[in-house]
């Protein structure tokens, strides 16, 4: 999700967008609605996407690592399966959350600005709704980063048939991590410094995330080649 200039929304009508979930829409009509000319869905959408499916890759392999020589594993292969599914349902939440901050964010720059006090007003609305929607891309890498921790940690016990679903968890989990970098950073771009300094740690933890989501992929690429 990227932040409408103030320009275009004070002037130019937005076409409206869905107001489908994205669990209750199609493939089809989510990357319909995501190639038409409508504010959202957009990139922050897309990446609490690759959460989600990094989430459910993760949750597929362990539910093939449920073979009866995987016995002394299967505590830690529940647990996974438990996680990766609630990480999913939380990820899918947050594609619909990026989608209401986005529109949120374009509302507040076309309220009126005629007077001081409706000045001020707007300003305050759009701060407010560029905190939530630099928040939401924030609570994305959390997803993130829990997913590629339980891939990490499937991988030297996962069934090896589905060994490379764990790297492109990972590769998803990068995507997610990275475009949620470039949404997190336009929106706190236009906020005070004060409030942009609440969304350093998320920042620099994406660099640790990207470089181990990284690393496990060349892991998985080494466990294929033998």
Same mark, same amino acid.
């Given at each position: 999700?990227?932040?409408?200039?103030?320009?275009?929304?004070?002037?130019?009508?937005?076409?409206?967008?869905?107001?489908?979930?994205?669990?209750?829409?199609?493939?089809?009509?989510?990357?319909?609605?995501?190639?038409?000319?409508?504010?959202?869905?957009?990139?922050?959408?897309?990446?609490?996407?690759?959460?989600?499916?990094?989430?459910?890759?993760?949750?597929?392999?362990?539910?093939?690592?449920?073979?009866?020589?995987?016995?002394? #594993?299967?505590? &830690? /292969?529940?647990?996974?399966? $438990? =996680? %990766? !599914? @609630?990480?999913?349902?939380? *990820?899918?939440?947050?594609?619909?959350?990026?989608?209401?901050?986005?529109?949120?964010?374009?509302?507040?720059?076309?309220?009126?600005?005629?007077?001081?006090?409706?000045?001020?007003?707007?300003?305050?609305?759009?701060?407010?709704?560029?905190?939530?929607?630099?928040?939401?891309?924030?609570?994305?890498?959390?997803?993130?980063?829990?997913?590629?921790?339980?891939?990490?940690?499937?991988?030297?016990?996962? #069934?090896?048939? &589905? /060994?490379?679903?764990?790297? $492109? =968890? %990972? !590769? @998803?989990?990068?995507?997610? *991590?990275?475009?949620?970098?470039?949404?997190?950073?336009?929106?706190?771009?236009?906020?005070?410094?004060?409030?942009?300094?609440?969304?350093?740690?998320?920042?620099?933890?994406?660099?640790?995330?990207?470089?181990?989501?990284?690393?496990?992929?060349?892991?998985?690429?080494?466990?294929?080649?033998?």
């Amino acid at each position: 999700m990227s932040q409408p200039s103030s320009s275009a929304s004070d002037t130019a009508p937005a076409q409206e967008s869905s107001s489908t979930s994205f669990a209750a829409t199609t493939v089809a009509n989510y990357l319909a609605e995501l190639g038409a000319k409508v504010p959202a869905p957009g990139g922050g959408a897309v990446a609490a996407l690759h959460a989600a499916q990094g989430a459910a890759l993760v949750a597929m392999v362990a539910r093939y690592t449920t073979r009866a020589k995987d016995a002394d #594993n299967r505590p &830690v /292969v529940d647990r996974v399966i $438990a =996680a %990766a !599914d @609630a990480a999913r349902e939380r *990820a899918l939440a947050l594609a619909d959350a990026d989608a209401a901050a986005f529109t949120a964010v374009g509302a507040a720059y076309k309220l009126p600005k005629a007077t001081e006090d409706e000045a001020a007003a707007r300003t305050s609305a759009i701060h407010a709704a560029l905190r939530e929607a630099a928040r939401v891309p924030s609570a994305v890498v959390d997803e993130a980063d829990e997913v590629l921790s339980l891939a990490a940690e499937l991988f030297p016990i996962g #069934n090896p048939n &589905v /060994v490379t679903d764990i790297g $492109a =968890a %990972a !590769d @998803a989990c990068h995507a997610a *991590a990275a475009s949620s970098q470039l949404n997190i950073e336009i929106n706190v771009a236009s906020l005070p410094a004060a409030d942009g300094d609440r969304f350093a740690p998320v920042l620099l933890r994406i660099e640790e995330l990207t470089a181990r989501a990284d690393a496990l992929h060349a892991d998985v690429v080494r466990a294929v080649r033998g």
